[in-house]
């Protein structure tokens, strides 16, 4: 049997809220718009896809390992962005100042579980929080104003890395934690 996976940081509460309260300060006007659920905000580190339910001990493991070679670290908001699929917007994210951290996190966890079978990304990472899927295209023109919108002031200390299972469903995606493993 088969599970699809991913690592990811989590990103307490209380900054959630802060980002969305930002946002919904300036947005009241793009209620159309699918935003992310609340709960399904964090930064990916690892996509793994569809995996050998047999792996995930190694998986916790490779992630305990890595986790444990780190102390807690400053995460700092930087800017709104977007990813773009033919020229046109697709997501809305935030993203976050230069982490050496959280890279030297992604690098090991690539390095550890491309021992045990999984390819190496073959993308740079780009640290990120997913906020907005843009389906609609008349409505690309609303977007511009989050060039202008800014979160620099916002930083929290990571705590946990989290191996999470993401089951498809035709409402959408739903996340269930596996591991929750503590950056000491």
């Known amino acids: 049997m088969k599970s699809r996976l991913f690592i990811a940081l989590e990103i307490p509460d209380c900054i959630i809220e802060k980002i969305e309260g930002a946002l919904r300060k300036e947005c009241k006007k793009y209620n159309s718009f699918r935003?992310?659920?609340k709960e399904k905000l964090h930064f990916t580190i690892k996509f793994l896809g569809d995996v050998e339910n047999k792996l995930i001990?190694?998986?916790?493991r490779i992630i305990c390992e890595t986790a444990g070679g780190f102390k807690p670290f400053s995460v700092d908001f930087k800017k709104f962005g977007f990813f773009y699929r033919n020229r046109k917007p697709a997501v809305l994210w935030v993203g976050i100042k230069n982490?050496?951290?959280?890279i030297k996190i992604f690098q090991e966890l690539e390095e550890k579980l491309f021992e045990i079978g999984f390819e190496k990304e073959k993308r740079k990472f780009i640290p990120h929080l997913t906020l907005l899927r843009i389906k609609e295209e008349n409505?690309?023109?609303l977007l511009n104003n989050f060039f202008n919108l800014s979160v620099e002031d916002l930083s929290y200390q990571s705590g946990y890395i989290s191996l999470i299972k993401?089951?498809?469903?035709?409402e959408g995606s739903e996340y269930q934690t596996l591991e929750r493993i503590k950056i000491i």
């Open 166 to 170: 993401s089951t498809l469903r035709r």
């Open 35 to 37: 935003w992310e659920k």
């Open 139 to 141: 409505k690309f023109e």
């Open 57 to 60: 001990p190694d998986i916790k």
């Open 99 to 102: 982490n050496p951290d959280m």
